[in-house]
């Protein structure tokens, strides 16, 4: 209720006056339960994309049936709500089965964000891989599917909330610490990485909370100052990406 009612509109808010494009990757069941607010998004311009229908993770499936029947109930809730089939995917806790890399082909995704092979630079996301008990990993091959690189590092929810579930889950970090690792980790990027991408993870719940948007909004702040730098929706990047890096094939 506190994300959807109070966080949410805080953060559009925020993007508004910035003009900041943004990418909210939803739950099936949280477009259903806040219709409202999710038109909201929509209708300012931000990127809605797929995030599971129940946020189960996707190896707790019985089955890839059961796993490729929740997230075609995602996608029909967003279609429902956009009007048009959603390109990208960000798994659920970022957790993946045996079988997600499949369903998102079959089902035609263009991207990805789940996966953390890599930091700061996007590329196509590997299939087919084994990591043998008693033989070397094996790398496997690159698929059609973009991967745009997240990292528990840059994620609000885990240092940030207090989760009343079994097992508890403490988050009370110093938020001095957990903000100075995004500063310290985008500058390094830019200093560094040409063209990095750095994919910021937030929850409205989490960063919606008041003391935070202060903060929230001093790095973007700090992001806007660097020459250069620019903020996009996550398809506009993937899809330069897939333009500058055509998957050789053959």
Known sequence: MYGAEVGAPRLLELFEQYTLPSTWCIPGHTIESFPEICEE????????QHHGWTHKGPSTYESKDAERSDIER???????????????YASPAWDFSEHTLDILQELGFEWDSSVMAADFRPHYLYGRWAAPEDGPYQRGEPTDIVELPVSWERDD??????????????????E???????????????????????VLTLHPQVIGQSHR?????????????????????????????RNANPRKTG
């Open 74 to 88: 995602g996608i029909e809730s967003i279609r429902d709500l956009t009007g048009v089939k959603p390109v990208g």
């Open 157 to 174: 929810f885990p240092p940030f909330t207090y989760t009343w579930s079994r097992p508890h889950r403490m988050g009370y970090v110093s």
């Open 176 to 198: 001095d610490t957990i903000f100075q690792k995004w500063y310290d980790q985008f500058d390094w990027m830019y200093d560094h990485v040409e063209d990095g991408v750095f």
């Open 41 to 48: 998004v929509y209708a300012q311009g931000h990127g809605v």
């Open 213 to 241: 948007l202060m903060r929230l909004e001093a790095f973007i702040q700090h992001v806007r100052s660097k020459p250069g730098t620019r903020f996009e929706k996550m398809s506009h990047v993937a899809t330069e990406f």
